[in-house]
């Protein structure tokens, strides 16, 4: 099974910060990763398919890239809305496998 | 717009056996590739299992194979989880999510229900 290593586990930024979030995938994956959000208590939001493609409606603020085995998520002048928990997930092989999640929290 | 409402959850003794669906509603159900994806108390995500947008072919995760069986009816624009000889680490918020691309095009997950929690305990 291919593992996906997320790091920071948990992340403290400011309002307005630019953050960036890492996935590795222990083989490669080509470009078949997505990023999720997800706020406590409720479902996950797709926010990046493909690596790099913004889900509709979700904001340009959201950005991802890379192709292999690393990949970034950033997020560019957070706002309180944009705090929650990270998920990356790969596509390539089956089981499809998700990261452990990145915590973004307010300093 | 796109809809999934996930149903069927509950409490279950370990052993015990129960079925989870989802209505679909908004977009062409049939041509579009459906996954369960689960989420244990104070978890992370765990994919559970895969659909093709025809039923031709069906994927699992290591730890639901053979336990669990995946599946969907066209005419009612539903997808199923049966759950065989659930275990206390079953437990968790069961979602469905739609693919992003028609027929094969794309596999990641665009739109997701609310969830569904089942609880297995004595």
């Known amino acids: 099974d291919i593992q996906m290593t997320q790091s920071p586990s948990s992340l403290s930024a400011s309002v307005g910060d630019r953050v960036t979030i890492t996935c590795r995938a222990s083989?490669?994956?080509?470009?078949?990763l997505a990023w999720f959000q997800q706020k406590p208590g409720k479902a996950p939001k797709s926010l990046i398919y493909?690596?790099?493609s913004l889900q509709s409606g979700v904001p340009s603020k959201f950005s991802g890239s890379g192709s292999g085995t690393d990949f970034t998520l950033t997020i560019s002048s957070l706002q309180p809305e944009d705090f929650a928990t990270y998920y990356c997930?790969?596509?390539?092989?089956?089981?499809?496998?998700f990261g452990q999640g990145t915590k973004l929290e307010i300093k | 717009q796109v809809q999934l409402v996930e149903s069927g959850g509950g409490v279950v003794q370990p052993g015990g056996s129960l079925r989870l669906s989802c209505a679909a509603s908004g977009f062409t159900f049939n041509s579009y590739g459906m996954h369960w994806v689960r989420q244990a108390p104070g978890k992370g995500l765990e994919w559970v299992a895969f659909i093709r947008y025809d039923g031709s072919n069906e994927y699992y995760g290591d730890s639901v194979k053979g336990r669990f069986t995946i599946s969907r009816d066209r005419s009612k624009n539903t997808l199923y989880l049966q759950m065989n000889s659930l275990r206390a680490e079953d437990t968790a918020v069961y979602y469905c999510a739609k693919v992003e691309g028609m027929w094969d095009s794309d596999y990641a997950a665009d739109y997701w229900g609310q969830g569904t929690l089942v609880t297995v305990s004595s």
């Open positions: 493909a690596a790099s």
């Open positions: 997930q790969q596509y390539n092989s089956y089981p499809y496998t």
């Open positions: 083989q490669g994956i080509s470009n078949f």
